[in-house]
């Protein structure tokens, strides 16, 4: 990957949900207008571009450079959910497609939720808020495709519970680092470190997740908000705004104008 490069512009910022291509393989225009990174939160396929093959997995980033491809062709064994930003630059990123697998930075597909949520937004100065953190993501992926996981050991047990109970129970932090047998402080550490945020707020974001997969899957708010665990509808929608920029009706809304 070029390490300098000016971004000059994001066209497009699109989720495609596993119901989107429901064919075991499709071929696409062989011409790319723009760049294109593509985060896989949920994969197993085989990218044919440009004469390169490309195995996708969970957790992996996809490079497609501009211009033309000759062959792009996506053959799927299950189905596939990723967000694609469109951009450009002032000098190639790299002529060639590729992909980075295994990424465990969790910042990398926070960040690009985040930036699909500003991009349909809409809102006063979405395109500069988009492009800052376009670059950093690709900041954070020219560091490293695979961070070492501090910690991860230590705090599977509290990731374990936090999975079975996240969407039906208050979860303690407190009862959780004594589950990983440390205290408070060093459980905020190494989930800072490994996530970039505090156990509490890794919990809320593990919900509001799943909140945007309901609604965008045609679920009514008040139905995503019970789903998610949420007793009062207003605090549902102030802690979606205050996360994801804007609130959930509006996301939904957004959402739909962006297909």
């Known amino acids: 990957m070029e390490n300098t490069f000016i971004i000059t512009g994001i066209f497009r910022v699109i989720f495609i949900g596993k119901e989107e291509y429901p064919d075991a393989a499709t071929n696409f225009p062989t011409y790319l207008p723009h760049n294109e990174l593509i985060y896989h939160y949920a994969a197993d396929s085989t990218v044919y571009f440009g004469g390169k093959v490309l195995p996708v997995q969970n957790d992996t980033v996809r490079f497609l450079p501009k211009g033309e491809g000759h062959e792009y062709r996506v053959e799927r064994n299950s189905p596939s959910e990723c967000i694609d930003i469109c951009f450009d630059t002032d000098v190639p990123i790299s002529p060639e497609a590729f992909v980075m697998p295994d990424i465990t930075d969790r910042r990398i597909p926070e ?149």
């Open 111 to 259: 960040l690009f939720r985040k930036l699909f949520l500003t991009w349909v937004s809409r809102q006063t100065g979405y395109r500069m808020a988009c492009m800052g953190m376009l670059y950093q993501i690709i900041s954070l992926l020219q560091r490293s495709t695979s961070l070492p996981a501090v910690g991860a050991g230590d705090i599977e047990p509290a990731l374990r519970e936090i999975e079975r109970r996240f969407l039906t129970e208050d979860i303690s932090v407190e009862q959780l680092a004594t589950d990983c047998g440390m205290t408070h402080s060093r459980l905020k550490y190494l989930f800072h470190r490994r996530f970039g945020v505090p156990p509490k707020q890794y919990i809320i974001r593990l919900k509001l997740n799943h909140a945007c997969d309901l609604l965008r899957g045609g679920y009514s708010v008040t139905k995503t908000a019970e789903l998610c665990g949420y007793n009062d509808m207003n605090f549902f929608s102030r802690q979606f705004k205050s996360v994801m920029g804007l609130t959930p009706s509006a996301f939904s809304r957004r959402y739909l104008s962006s297909k």
